[in-house]
């Protein structure tokens, strides 16, 4: 890909509001590259769920942010999906919540992306894999030196899907 490229969908794609999904209660041995994740998507648009990075925030966690209660989380992060254009989930760690997120994700019609490192004692379940729709749900295995490449696909074809009429992205604005 080269590396305009990158710049362009940097500078342009500012509107765009990206939910990014990753395991809390099952497990945060993943928290270190769920940080990264989100640092690189930061270069697209805004990412709605930069808690879920938080080194801070534990298995065991009484409190997330603002949200005090399971209820609170549950209802912010129900409205932060629907106020999403894309969903970028870390799946490796099998998580209840992100399978849930991702369902929910399904259901609106959002541009789902998942991101898996294959290992045998994390396989992947066919509820994620077995849901790949075209333009709509993604599964990409991955090591994190492919991610750059992975992340300008994603959000290339992204943006050219929702403006079918131009490719000029000085005029996109996310729905
Ligand atoms: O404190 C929380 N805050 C929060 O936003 N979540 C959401 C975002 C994560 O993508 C997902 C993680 O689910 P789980 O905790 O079941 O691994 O659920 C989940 C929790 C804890 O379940």
Request: glycine share 8%; aromatic share 10%.
């Amino acid at each position: 890909m080269p590396f305009f490229l990158s710049e362009e969908i940097i500078t342009m794609a500012t509107g765009l509001k990206v939910y990014f999904c990753g395991s809390i209660r099952a497990g945060r041995g993943d928290v270190e590259i769920y940080g990264r994740i989100v640092e690189m998507l930061g270069k697209y648009g805004t990412v709605l769920t930069p808690f879920v990075a938080d080194p801070n925030l534990t298995v065991h966690s009484a409190e997330e942010g603002k949200a005090k209660t399971d209820k609170e989380i549950y209802d912010r992060d129900m409205s932060l999906l629907e106020e999403c254009h894309a969903i970028v989930a870390e799946v490796t760690q099998p998580s209840l919540g992100v399978g849930f997120e991702l369902g929910r994700g399904v259901a609106m019609n959002k541009k789902i992306l998942c991101l898996y490192r294959p290992q045998p004692e994390k396989r992947l379940s066919a509820m994620v894999r077995g849901a790949e729709k075209d333009g709509f749900f993604t599964t990409k295995d991955y090591k994190e030196e492919d991610l750059p490449a992975i992340f300008d696909d994603f959000f290339q074809n992204f943006l050219r899907r929702d403006r079918k009429d131009s490719l000029d992205w000085k005029s996109y604005e996310p729905m």
